[in-house]
C-alpha cells in the first residue's frame, strides 16, 4: 500500500506558524504544505510528475531474477495489440522461465508515487516491512432520545455494561397497592432470612431485522454502528469481507495494524456467446495516502467487474475486454477527484495532486486461456496442480524496486529491502502520470490455480515457489478454504496490511476432450 511524503517542517513558510508533523495545511494562514516539503538529504525521493531517467537496461542474463516473471513475450499470446507473441516453449519446458538471450525492455519515462519512510528489512529474504498503521480514538457511545448521558469510559477505554434502560422500567404499570389489613396479634420476632438480590431486567429486544451488538449479544445497533446498550463499536462490513462462487473465491481482511480495510475485490462468472464458461476476478489495493483510497479500491473493483460482465458475453476478446475494463476504472476513479460535496476542494486547483487512487490486477480464465492485466503492484501467480512442475509470477510490478531489478542495479533481495522499494510508478487516480494498461495473454499445458493479491499477501510469500509453498495442494476444489488460508498466512505473519486474495482453478483439457 503506497503513501505519499510528509512535509518536515517546524513552522509555516508563510506566517511562521508553528506546525505539527501531519499538518497539510497552515491553521493560521492556509498555506499549502505540501508544496513546501522538504525531501530528507539522505534519502532523497522523487517527486510526482517529475520524469525519471532511469538508465539503459542491459540484456537480462536467463536466470538473473530471483523469482520467475513473465513478460506479454514471454509465453504464447497475444499482446494488447492483438499481435502474436513468441513461439510456445517446448514441451516440457518450465512456462516460468524466460527465454535465452532475450533483450530486457527500455524502461519508460514515468512518476513515483513514494511509499513514505519503511523500516529496513527484517528477514532474511529482505523484503520491507510495511509501516503500521493506528487506530483512531474510541468513539463515544450514542445515546438514544431522552436517555441519560452515558458515563465516561474508565481509563482502561473499555466500556462498562449500562444500567438497564430506565424507559423500560417506566413503561410497567405500577403496582396496585394491597388492601389493608387488620393488625396481626404480636408474636415473637422471627430473625429474617437475608434479601435475595433481584436480577436486572433484561433489555428489550431489539426490532425486527435490525443488528444485535456483537458484544453484549442484546442491545440494537444504532445507524452510527454503536450498540445502544452497551456502547461498544460494531465490526465493519468491510474488515472482512468473504465471497464464494462455484469457479472463484475471494477474501479480503482489514489485517492487524491498519484502522480500515482498504482493498476490494469483484468476482463473477458468465458465459461465453458459443455457451462455454468464463470466470473474472478483480483486486484492488487503495494507495493509503492518497485521500478516500478505500472508495477508489471499491469504485475501481466494481466498475472493472461490470465491464467484463458486459463485454465479455458479446464475444470481445477477453485480452481487448480486460484492457478496456481497467481503463473504465480508471476513468470512474478519475471521477472521484471532481466530486467537489467529498473533499470540499472545488477551489483548488492542486486538487488532483492527492486524489483517490488504488492499484489493479485482474485474471479471466476462459476457453482454454488465462489473460492477466494490471497497473500497479498488485500480482497474479500461476500455482499448477502437480507441484513438481514449476509455479510463476504472472505479472510485473510498477514500483521502484521492479524498476532496479529491471535495469540490472539490484538483485530482488537488494531493492525490496531498500525504504523506496514499494514506491509504486503506476496507480489509478486523477494524479496518474500516464495509463498504461498491461496485459498478457496465457494458455498452460496443465492444470492449476490462480493467485490474485495485493502486497498485504505476497509480502509474507513474495517469490512464486513461496507462494506456491502456502497454497493448499486442494485449493482448486476448496476455492474458498484455500483464501482462507492465504489470508491467515499473511496474519500469521505480522498482517502489517490489508490482505486481499481470489483463487481461480484452470482446468486442462487436452484437445478432444472438451473445452477447458
Known amino acids: 500500500m503506497s503513501q505519499m511524503p510528509q512535509h518536515e517542517l517546524s513552522a509555516c513558510p508563510g506566517c511562521a506558524e508553528p506546525l505539527d508533523s501531519n499538518d497539510r495545511f497552515c491553521g493560521a494562514c492556509g498555506h499549502d504544505l505540501s508544496a513546501a516539503a522538504v525531501p530528507e538529504p539522505d534519502r532523497p525521493t522523487i517527486a510526482i510528475g517529475t520524469p525519471v531517467d532511469w538508465p539503459e537496461a542491459p540484456a537480462r542474463e536467463p536466470g538473473s531474477l530471483s523469482t520467475s516473471t513473465q513478460h506479454p513475450g514471454d509465453l504464447p499470446g497475444t499482446d494488447s495489440g492483438g499481435r502474436d507473441l513468441t513461439t510456445p516453449p517446448a514441451p516440457g519446458a518450465a512456462a516460468a522461465t524466460p527465454e535465452a538471450g532475450r533483450p530486457a525492455r527500455d524502461l519508460p519515462t514515468i512518476p513515483v508515487r513514494t511509499d513514505g519512510p519503511h523500516a529496513a528489512a527484517t528477514s532474511g529474504d529482505g523484503l520491507a516491512a510495511l509501516a503500521a498503521g493506528g487506530h483512531g480514538p474510541a468513539r463515544g457511545t450514542a445515546v438514544p432520545a431522552q436517555a441519560p448521558a452515558p458515563a465516561a469510559p474508565p481509563a482502561d477505554g473499555d466500556f462498562r455494561l449500562a444500567a ?41 429486544a431489539p426490532p425486527a431485522g435490525s443488528k444485535v451488538c456483537v458484544a453484549c449479544r442484546a442491545g440494537h445497533v444504532d445507524p452510527d454502528g454503536y450498540c445502544e446498550n452497551c456502547g461498544h463499536a460494531q465490526p465493519r462490513e468491510r474488515d472482512h469481507m468473504e465471497q464464494e462462487l462455484a469457479t472463484v473465491a475471494a ?5 492487524l495494524r491498519h484502522h480500515r480495510n482498504e482493498d476490494a475485490f469483484a468476482v463473477a462468472a458468465t458465459t461465453l456467446p458459443g455457451g462455454s464458461p468464463a470466470t473474472l476476478a478483480i483486486v484492488c489495493d487503495g494507495v493509503s495516502s492518497a485521500t478516500r483510497p478505500d472508495e477508489a479500491s471499491a469504485t475501481a473493483a466494481d466498475t472493472a467487474g461490470r465491464s467484463l460482465l458486459a463485454a465479455l458475453p458479446r464475444g470481445t476478446n477477453p485480452q481487448q475486454a480486460m484492457h478496456e475494463a481497467i481503463v473504465a476504472a480508471a476513468e470512474a476513479v478519475n471521477a472521484l477527484a471532481e466530486d467537489p460535496a467529498q473533499d470540499a476542494m472545488e477551489h483548488d486547483p492542486h486538487r488532483h495532486q492527492n486524489a483517490p487512487a488504488c492499484t489493479i490486477v485482474g485474471a479471466i480464465v476462459a476457453d482454454g486461456l488465462l489473460i492477466v492485466g494490471w497497473i500497479g503492484d498488485s500480482r497474479a501467480y500461476w500455482v499448477p496442480d502437480d ?11 510498477d514500483s521502484w524496486a521492479a524498476q532496479m531489478v529491471a535495469a540490472g542495479l539490484m538483485n530482488e533481495a537488494q531493492a525490496y529491502a531498500d525504504e523506496r522499494a514499494h514506491a509504486i510508478t503506476g496507480w489509478l487516480g486523477a494524479d496518474a502520470y500516464e495509463l498504461e494498461p498491461h496485459t498478457a495473454a496465457f494458455k498452460p499445458d496443465r492444470s492449476g490455480v490462480v493467485v490474485v493479491c495485493t502486497d498485504g499477501l505476497w509480502n509474507y510469500a513474495e517469490a512464486a515457489e513461496d507462494m506456491a509453498r502456502v497454497v493448499p495442494a486442494d485449493s482448486a476444489g476448496r476455492l474458498l478454504h484455500g483464501a482462507q488460508v492465504l489470508v491467515g498466512h499473511a496474519l500469521d505473519g505480522g498482517g502489517h496490511d490489508n490482505v486481499t486474495v481470489a483463487l481461480l482453478p484452470f482446468t486442462f483439457a487436452p484437445q478432444g476432450a472438451g473445452s477447458a
Open 387 to 397: 507441484r513438481t512442475t514449476a509455479p510463476a509470477r504472472l505479472t510485473q510490478d
Open 164 to 204: 438497564p434502560d430506565p424507559r423500560t422500567a417506566a413503561a410497567q404499570p405500577p403496582a396496585a397497592p394491597a388492601p389493608s389489613a387488620p393488625p396481626a396479634p404480636s408474636a415473637p420476632p422471627v430473625p429474617s432470612a437475608p434479601p435475595v438480590p433481584s436480577a436486572p431486567p433484561v433489555p428489550s
Open 251 to 255: 477474501v479480503s481482511d482489514r489485517g
